[in-house]
């Protein structure tokens, strides 16, 4: 039951704890570790029987999240009679022993839950420095009672760990008495880059440090060159020191100001932590110390909050770097992965709406990159195949996203020596692409109304015949081949009313840029437009809950009764069923196919629906507002002699701009085909035995339903398990960045401020004060009237809530993403492109939206903060 650090073999994890097995591995590796011993999980098997066997326990196992502080503190009490029985004492003099008897004690917990990759219960147990053989039992007892911290029990509530089963180990080490010490981490969690190492250092022990006790000195060290980057020396002004006799003490520093750490020292630290993370593979937190210049690894533990990358995107320490995009955070404002069968679908997707524009998916010698439920823009490959070009292609994306390129030497570090084999020509591809635009380009700017025709019988040609392929038996994989590949034809097909109306803007922008009323009437004029179908899902949906029979139904079980029995009047009937066959593919995240949709879950459709306030029509005023600026704008145009161009413009970007949406919402409609079709399969595989759930499958690729479709030994859930490995530790990443380069390191751009609020980017025009009502998901919590829309970004998921709010301000997305559409549609003051502002502000602040300027402003504090 007691495991010596230079012992063999080494005890498995569930008997000591991840970090008493980290030492004992780095002491059999060579590492300077201070010697000790283990006592493991089977020590305390008397205690936790006690434990178990008092009253305070079924209380505790009874509690609830509201009341655990008192169950916890209950346990903890019970504790306090504790004592070591004949047998660990025992145990416990013999390998005191070994160690040191001139030297006190640091004891330790090691539970086998703590710091594991994926959890950190950093700060929750308590540690006992200055330890001696006659404190020793209390020390132990300590460490064992605070498995019961409300802290520890909290944190494992909220990550689904089980709270039934407490297990610990407690380690006794010889403590260094420290001239000094800190902490270190073997990457930089500031900027995420592996190749920087960090160290926080004081004078004596490193308790000071690891509680926080004063602010540090700060090294930051790039590890391949062994150059200190920064060196930040603070005033420390007191630290701890080991008292003879046992204990410790704080005193005052002599020199507060002096820096703790030479610079030899601190590259020897930063080697230390580089060395850890060597041995263990992965970025190691190590504590450390230094005694008359002898360095120690004191603990060292698995770094588990940083952005990981596939380890196919990640190149040599010191070689040059590549720069990646992420496209999901860029394009769709979401950050969790996609599904294995949505990634491969959403890359297909991207290569034939940009393929000819130089997007190709050749892993690290293309352009994208699709792996692990990410896509990433190779924005090095790109702007050396592309050359001049690049700066064209940055000047779409949004403002954090070009502060974020402004700020990295894209050419300087980023830019490889060749253009890639399959790159080569990618800027006369480019080109081509343009030109073979030409002909479409031409029908719409000549012969406007041909142009629309084609279109439309294009697209509902396409759309049919797509939905005549998902009702045959074609092989899995084809079937998404051939939907990719008409998807791509509404690509090619689009320029014939897509490029006019931008130019028809560019113009109307350049008539009437010095005329601010003029500039924004000309966003209110872009108001539902015919041809869009995510601004006619909103109306639908709009009409569907002005119903009085839809108002009148109780619950979402109730609606999903009566559609299902056809209770409703026919008239609501007939609404609904052309709702849900237009619509029904629509979701959040709906770009990916694992995602459920609409129709598959009813209850939250109405809910969806109920969240609409019918008493404020924003639909009906909308359309006032485009025809009062329509004729405005004829007026302000009249007085230039410019009429008759500026009507023409107008009635072009009228006629032909809402089909912008268009190749995106037949991308979507043809992903829910693919899905209902993957679900039918899915259900046979679960019938044969192959799966235990239908929606298994979207953890497969379609050529890989294909094959087992084709063959009935091939083994799903082998493959399923191989395509999720390389994810798990992906999924922890609550927030994928923007950018990210090749050595992990995320570029960091100021967030800009005017003197009087936060800048983004002007999205629609116009000015509005209301509270501030932040939503992580569209159905969180309610969007009362009058209220702000402050969100992360949106799809057309988001479209109720719009309904509903008086303004929008998004963290991502330029003028043609989702939000930004609809914002104008609705006629609602909108601004974009302001990194972190679902931090910034809080419910309920009064906040003023100038959608003109791009600036948000904050008139007060949160009203609970206020009152």
């Excluded at 569930?14 to 089977?42: C, H, M, W, Y």
């Excluded at 770094?303 to 070689?319: K, N, Q, R, S």
């Excluded at 028809?504 to 872009?526: H, I, Q």
């Excluded at 056809?566 to 609501?572: G, I």
């Amino acid at each position: 039951m007691i495991h010596p650090f230079s012992g063999t073999p080494v005890p498995a994890l569930g008997q000591v704890g991840g970090k008493a097995r980290s030492l004992i591995e780095a002491t059999a590796a060579g590492f300077n570790v201070p010697a000790g011993f283990v006592l493991d999980v089977e020590f305390f098997r008397p205690w936790l029987d006690a434990v178990r066997a008092g009253p305070a326990w079924q209380a505790f196992l009874d509690s609830a999240d509201d009341d655990t502080r008192t169950a916890c503190d209950a346990v903890k009490a019970s504790c306090a009679s504790l004592a070591l029985i004949d047998g660990q004492r025992t145990e416990l003099e013999y390998a005191l022993g070994a160690l040191n008897a001139e030297r006190c004690f640091a004891v330790r917990s090691s539970s086998p839950e703590e710091d594991l990759e994926g959890t950190s219960f950093a700060g929750g147990y308590e540690t006992t420095l200055g330890v001696t053989p006659d404190t020793l039992e209390e020390a132990l007892r300590t460490s064992f009672t605070s498995v019961f911290d409300e802290r520890i029990v909290a944190y494992k509530r909220q990550h689904g760990m089980a709270t039934d089963d407490p297990r610990i180990a407690v380690i006794v080490q010889e403590q260094v008495p420290s001239d000094v010490a800190g902490v270190a981490f073997s990457l930089n969690p500031r900027n995420n880059c592996y190749d920087e190492a960090v160290i926080n250092a004081n004078f004596g022990l490193g308790e000071t440090v690891v509680n926080g006790h004063v602010t540090p000195d700060t090294f930051v060290v790039e590890k391949v060159r062994g150059e200190i980057l920064e060196r930040a020396v603070a005033a420390k002004s007191h630290a701890a020191w080991l008292v003879n006799g046992g204990g410790t003490e704080e005193r005052d520093n002599a020199e507060p100001e002096a820096a703790c750490l030479t610079d030899e020292q601190a590259l020897a630290v930063a080697q230390l932590a580089t060395d850890a993370e060597a041995h263990y593979g992965a970025p190691m937190d190590i504590e450390w110390a230094i005694h008359d210049g002898e360095l120690y690894l004191l603990q060292s533990r698995p770094i588990t909050a940083y952005v990981p990358l596939p380890p196919g995107m990640i190149t040599e320490p010191g070689a040059r770097k590549n720069l990646y995009l992420d496209m999901i955070v860029l394009s769709q404002g979401f950050s969790e992965a996609l599904s294995v069968m949505g990634n491969h679908v959403f890359g297909e997707m991207v290569v034939k709406m940009k393929g000819d524009a130089g997007i190709v998916d050749h892993g690290l010698d293309g352009t994208m990159i699709n792996m692990d439920g990410r896509a990433y823009l190779h924005l090095s490959n790109f702007a050396k195949a592309l050359g001049s070009f690049i700066g064209s292609v940055l000047k779409t994306y949004d403002t954090p996203t070009r502060r974020l390129m402004e700020s990295v030497d894209l050419k300087g570090e980023y830019l490889p020596e060749k253009v890639p084999e399959p790159l080569k020509g990618a800027a006369m591809k480019l080109l081509l692409f343009v030109l073979k635009s030409m002909p479409e380009m031409f029908k719409g700017l000549f012969a406007s109304d041909r142009a629309v025709r084609d279109y439309e019988a294009l697209f509902d040609r396409d759309l049919a015949g797509c939905r005549e392929l998902a009702r045959s038996d074609m092989p899995f994989d084809e079937m998404a081949d051939e939907f990719a590949d008409r998807f791509g034809v509404q690509i090619a097909s689009i320029a014939g009313v897509m490029i006019p109306p931008m130019l028809a803007r560019r113009r109307l922008a350049k008539l009437f840029e010095d005329d601010a009323e003029a500039t924004d009437l000309l966003v209110a004029a872009d108001m539902e437009l015919p041809g869009n179908p995510t601004a006619d899902m909103g109306r639908r949906m709009f009409e569907l809950a002005s119903f009085d029979e839809f108002q009148a139904t109780a619950d979402g079980a109730e609606f999903e009764t009566r559609i299902r029995e056809r209770a409703y009047p026919d008239a609501f009937l007939a609404a609904f069923d052309d709702y849900l066959e237009r619509f029904g593919c629509r979701c959040i995240r709906e770009i990916d196919v694992g995602t459920p949709r609409f129709h598959e879950h009813l209850p939250g459709f109405f809910e969806q629906l109920q969240a609409i306030d019918i008493a404020n029509d924003t639909l009906r005023t909308t359309e006032q507002r485009r025809i009062a600026a329509h004729a405005r704008l004829l007026e302000i145009a009249r007085a230039r002699g410019k009429e008759k161009r500026v009507a023409k413009d107008l009635n072009t970007i009228r006629s032909m701009a809402g089909y912008r949406e268009a190749p995106k919402y037949f991308f979507v409609y043809t992903v829910d085909l693919l899905r209902r079709r993957a679900l039918v399969l899915g259900r046979r595989f679960v019938d044969a035995g192959r799966l235990d759930d239908p929606h298994q499958v979207f953890d497969l690729r379609p050529a890989e339903v294909a094959r087992a479709e084709r063959d009935p030994d091939f083994d799903l859930r082998e493959r399923i398990a191989r395509n999720l490995a390389p994810r798990a530790g992906l999924d922890r990443v609550r927030n994928w960045p923007r950018i990210i380069d090749s050595r992990g390191k995320i570029p960091q751009a100021p967030r800009p401020e005017s003197e009087d609020g936060l800048v983004g980017d002007p999205i629609a025009p116009g000015t509005v004060r209301g509270r501030a009502k932040v939503l992580h998901g569209p159905y969180e919590k309610p969007l009362e009237e009058g209220e702000i829309l402050v969100t992360h970004a949106s799809d057309p998921g988001w479209t109720p809530i719009f309904i509903n709010a008086a303004g929008v301000v998004l963290e991502v997305g330029g003028a043609l993403q989702h939000g930004a559409v609809i914002a104008r549609e609705y006629g609602l003051p909108c601004v974009s492109g302001i990194d972190g502002v679902t931090d910034v502000l809080s419910d309920g602040q009064m906040i003023e939206v100038d959608g003109s300027s791009g600036v948000v402003r904050v008139l007060d504090q949160p009203v609970e903060e206020a009152a």
